[in-house]
């Protein structure tokens, strides 16, 4: 069975990337995958996945442009 959530760690190794931050992406960035259970941040999987494709440039937003 998959973890649902991810601790600061296993955030970090997912991502290849250090706890600093680590640490920065989970407390000052607005993202929706972020869980605060008491001191501690989690990780929500799932959203965060959601989130690396929509900023990873494989993700095409188009917009609309207002005249």
């Not at 250090?18 to 989970?26: N, V």
């Not at 008491?38 to 494989?58: E, F, H, I, T, V």
Request: glycine share 8%; net charge positive.
């Amino acid at each position: 069975m998959e973890k649902a959530l991810l601790t600061l760690e296993e955030f970090c190794q997912y991502l290849a990337i250090g706890k600093t931050k680590g640490r920065e992406l989970l407390t000052k960035t607005n993202n929706t995958f972020t869980v605060r259970i008491g001191n501690r941040l989690y990780a929500n999987k799932l959203l965060l996945d959601k989130w690396l494709m929509q900023n990873s440039g494989n993700y095409v937003e188009t917009r609309k442009r207002g005249k």
